[in-house]
């Protein structure tokens, strides 16, 4: 019985990220460098913009510029078409994965080999437990859970986001995790 329970708490631990914050805005490249991170992994839709908007911000394109003149590589990966993904990295000269197929490792282990970095130098922020944390997790890379920008989501992510409140409520039941403002 013990065993059951102690692999039923790894396999859920796979879904906790290393790291939860409000918004991208508040990570810095120094809070990178501390833990040794040299490149970072950047979900698209509900992390850096609405699903439903298609060009960075000003306050996006000044962060982009800090990682990149503090030499922190940067790489967006997105579940969402090449298109779309391309119609915003590619303005910001920022390397990009489209169709990705969070949360198998076969993106992050691209996404890694593009930047040239080993697992243990990069670091992943997302908003979504079931694609970004859990795909990071299991491709051994550092994770960073953010808030969601809107609590509007794609067809897709609303079935995610249903299976996503139940471990969410589990988290912050036990301490694991503080209350999103889109969760409360």
């Known amino acids: 019985m013990c065993k059951i329970i102690i692999e039923v708490t790894e396999l859920l631990n796979k879904f906790l990220p290393n790291?939860?914050?409000?918004?991208?805005?508040?990570?810095?490249?120094?809070?990178l460098r501390e833990i040794g991170i040299k490149g970072l992994i950047?979900?698209?839709?509900?992390?850096?913009?609405?699903?439903?908007?298609?060009?960075?911000?000003?306050?996006?394109?000044?962060?982009?510029?800090?990682?990149?003149?503090?030499e922190i590589k940067l790489l967006i990966i997105s579940n969402n078409s090449v298109d779309r993904?391309?119609?915003?990295?590619?303005?910001?000269?920022?390397?990009y994965i489209g169709r990705a197929k969070k949360p198998l490792p076969m993106s992050f282990s691209k996404a890694c080999e593009d930047l040239n970095l080993e697992r243990h130098e990069v670091a992943i922020i997302g908003d979504q437990l079931l694609t970004d944390i859990l795909g990071g997790n299991m491709s051994g890379l550092y994770t960073i859970l953010v808030d969601?920008?809107?609590?509007?989501?794609?067809?897709?992510?609303?079935?995610?986001r249903k299976i996503e409140s139940l471990?969410?409520?589990?988290?912050?039941?036990?301490?694991?995790l503080k209350r999103r403002k889109i969760d409360e």
């Open 19 to 31: 790291k939860q914050i409000s918004s991208i805005y508040d990570l810095t490249p120094e809070d």
């Open 42 to 70: 950047i979900d698209l839709d509900n992390t850096l913009i609405p699903w439903n908007q298609t060009h960075a911000s000003k306050k996006a394109k000044a962060w982009f510029k800090l990682f990149v003149a503090s």
């Open 85 to 95: 993904v391309s119609t915003f990295a590619y303005p910001q000269n920022i390397y």
């Open 148 to 160: 969601p920008l809107v609590e509007s989501d794609a067809p897709i992510t609303q079935f995610n």
């Open 167 to 176: 471990l969410l409520e589990r988290f912050y039941r036990k301490g694991q």
